[in-house]
């Protein structure tokens, strides 16, 4: 059974840093890409990060690309996304999911149970 969690969201100001974590269950890792989404107001849903340890892949969208950085903890179950050089066009709310990573980015099931409940970020001074 796919587990997810988010965390680590919060008010940061532009050029600040933040790490999100995704706690999940072995299963989940073991079976499943996870991808990191987000959300802003009124904007679509963008696919930001994601990574494969059974593929051995990672991918950035270019809106993130060199800023970002995803990475897992297997002793942990947890998966994180250190975000560096934040700004106000990064705030959104943070979903992570359980699909596939390929080199086009993540994909996740639409079912709720593949999807995290969200954590907000908001840049802003």
């Known amino acids: 059974q796919v587990q997810l969690s988010e965390s680590g969201g919060g008010l940061v100001q532009p050029g600040g840093s933040l790490r999100l974590s995704c706690a999940a269950n072995?299963?989940?890792?073991?079976?499943?890409?996870i991808g990191w989404f987000r959300q802003a107001p009124g904007k679509e849903r963008e696919g930001v990060s994601c990574i494969s340890s059974s593929l051995g892949t990672t991918y950035y969208a270019d809106s993130v690309k060199d800023r970002f950085t995803i990475s897992t903890d297997n002793a942990e179950n947890t998966v994180f996304l250190q975000m560096t050089d934040l700004t106000p066009e990064d705030t959104a709310v943070y979903y992570c999911?359980?699909?596939?990573?390929?080199?086009?980015?993540?994909?996740?099931?639409?079912?709720?149970?593949?999807w995290g409940k969200g954590t907000p970020v908001t840049v802003s001074s």
């Open positions: 072995k299963f989940t890792l073991d079976y499943y890409g």
């Open positions: 999911a359980a699909g596939y990573c390929t080199e086009l980015g993540p994909e996740a099931p639409s079912g709720s149970n593949y």
